[in-house]
């Protein structure tokens, strides 16, 4: 479903990623995992367009991702995406946070519209908010509300950038079962960066370990976590799992 | 005492006609920047060099003429190469042209101010540059820029007096008229300052109220 191949991506001389190849099948779950400043983001970004690359290809089924192209529009509703900060729109409810795309871009008709936003609210928890605006609600709300917007688009895919990591701990657990709940219920092919280990090993099919540039290391999720073969996946592993 | 009231009485309605043509010029004036600054706005920050670098200039250029320069070029150049115009024409481009700089930079900051995380939202779900700058950006920079906007409002407002000097007969210049062929200075001209308080009081009411009910982000 998403394919890279070989691709290279740099920020004028800094070449962030050096040639990756990857590949998330449907209805699979993959985690990426690497240190801070090592390109996850950079990655998933290049999915959906919001950044050019320079070499290689990355694909989503058949169709080549090429950010200087038109139809990098279409692309963006067949792969939806759920940012660390939420980004949702401050002036509009959530109700209207999640029917804004499928009324302006998808050009659906309103009323059925609302219908299918708010029953995507009721499915991550929050019928009691529609009405409420971002700036009220929490922040395992408001990435909810950022999931149901995902959703809302019927997309293909939907690509997670460490979506609990600016949550405080207690709202870390509403949003990975949401999350969860869609792996596990709707068969959704999800891309997500993470720092969530146990979320990784519950979840995932298979984890990919981004380092330098390079996925250093892939595999299946438990395989992978429990017994890391790199020596870099080992020690970023238990960096992470026991924070100093 | 007396006399002051009947001078007062016999003074008003020449005043008022001409605060009706302050008005005029203002709302006349702030259409015009507003729209072209809006268009100054969404060509600077388009992110396409061939429109932004020449808007730029021209609104450095604009910025850097003085009103009263502006508003003599317009009434009397222009129609030396064939473009003539009433002085209410010239004075209301004049100030609109000027105007337009100072309102287009604050509309460009307030698209500026817009969290660009909001920019990756919009475009994450599909939506295309017109869209989300009607959508998204737009609406969130109107509510920074309503405060600058209206102070703005309330300088213009007072810069309409300097299309006197091309003989648009506003309040400043009735003024003028009516202290030089009264010599009653004192009186016409604390009318004149009471008349564009009148206006500008409000003004800046109407905007606080605005700021605090509405400029917030919920
Ligand atoms: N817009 C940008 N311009 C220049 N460098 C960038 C930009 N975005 C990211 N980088 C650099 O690319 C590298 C990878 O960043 P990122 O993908 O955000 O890493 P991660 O998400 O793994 O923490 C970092 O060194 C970062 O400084
Ligand atoms: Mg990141």
Redesign the interface.
């Known amino acids: 479903m998403i394919r890279f191949e070989q691709m290279r991506k740099s920020f004028g001389t800094h070449a962030v990623l050096r040639g990756i190849d990857a590949e998330v099948n449907r209805g699979e779950v993959v985690c990426l995992i690497g240190p801070s400043g090592s390109g996850k983001s950079t990655m998933l970004r290049c999915i959906?367009g919001?950044e050019p690359y320079q070499g290689g290809r990355v694909m989503i089924g058949d169709t080549l991702v090429d950010a200087s192209r038109p139809t990098i529009?279409?692309i963006?509703?067949r792969v939806?995406?759920v940012?660390q900060?939420f980004?949702?729109?401050?002036?509009r409810t959530a109700l209207e946070n999640v029917m804004?795309?499928p009324i302006?871009?998808?050009k659906e008709k309103p009323a059925d519209v609302r219908e299918r936003a708010s029953a995507l609210l009721r499915r991550v928890g929050l019928e009691e908010k529609m009405q409420a605006?971002p700036?009220?609600l929490s922040g395992g709300q408001q990435q909810r509300v950022a999931i149901a917007?995902?959703l809302a688009?019927r997309p293909e895919a939907i690509l997670f950038d460490e979506p609990t990591s600016a949550l405080d701990p207690e709202m870390v657990g509403e949003v990975l079962s949401v999350m969860q709940g869609l792996a596990e219920e709707e068969d959704m092919t999800m891309l997500v960066v993470t720092h969530e280990i146990q979320f990784a090993r519950e979840v995932a099919s298979r984890v990919l370990f981004l380092d330098d540039g390079l996925i250093a290391e892939e595999g299946p999720a438990r395989e992978l976590l429990q017994h890391p073969k790199n020596e870099r996946t080992q020690d970023f592993l238990r960096r992470v799992t026991h924070p100093v | 005492m007396d006399s002051l009231v009947s001078r007062a009485e016999s003074y008003w309605p020449i005043l008022v006609s001409g605060l009706w043509l302050t008005i005029a010029v203002t709302v006349a004036a702030l259409v015009l920047s507003t729209v072209l600054g809006l268009v100054w706005a969404m060509l600077r920050t388009s992110g396409v060099p061939a429109l932004a670098r020449p808007t730029r200039v021209i609104v450095e250029f604009l910025r850097g003429i003085p009103i009263l320069v502006v508003l003599f070029y317009i009434y009397f150049v222009m129609p030396e190469i064939g473009i003539d115009l009433t002085a209410f024409q010239a004075g209301v481009i004049g100030l609109g042209l000027t105007y337009s700089c100072y309102i287009g930079e604050t509309f460009r900051a307030g698209i500026e101010a817009v969290?660009p995380?909001?920019i990756?939202?919009a475009?994450?779900?599909?939506?295309?540059r017109g869209?989300t700058m009607r959508?998204?950006i737009l609406?969130?920079a109107f509510?920074i820029v309503l405060p600058p906007y209206g102070n703005n409002l309330v300088m213009l407002l007072k810069d309409s007096s300097q299309v006197s000097v091309i003989s648009v007969a506003e309040l400043t210049m009735q003024g003028k008229m009516l202290a030089s062929s009264t010599f009653d200075n004192i009186t016409v001209f604390t009318m004149v300052a009471l008349l564009y308080l009148c206006l500008t009081i409000p003004l800046n009411l109407c905007m606080s109220y605005l700021e605090a009910n509405f400029g917030r982000?919920?």
């Not at chain 1, 980004?87 to 002036?91: E, I, V």
């Open positions: 959906n919001l529009h279409d963006r509703t939806s995406m940012f900060r980004n949702l729109f401050p002036n804004e795309g302006y871009v998808l605006y700036a009220s917007r995902a688009m | 969290d995380g909001q990756e939202a475009k994450s779900i599909g939506m295309r869209l959508r998204v609406p969130q509510r982000a919920r």
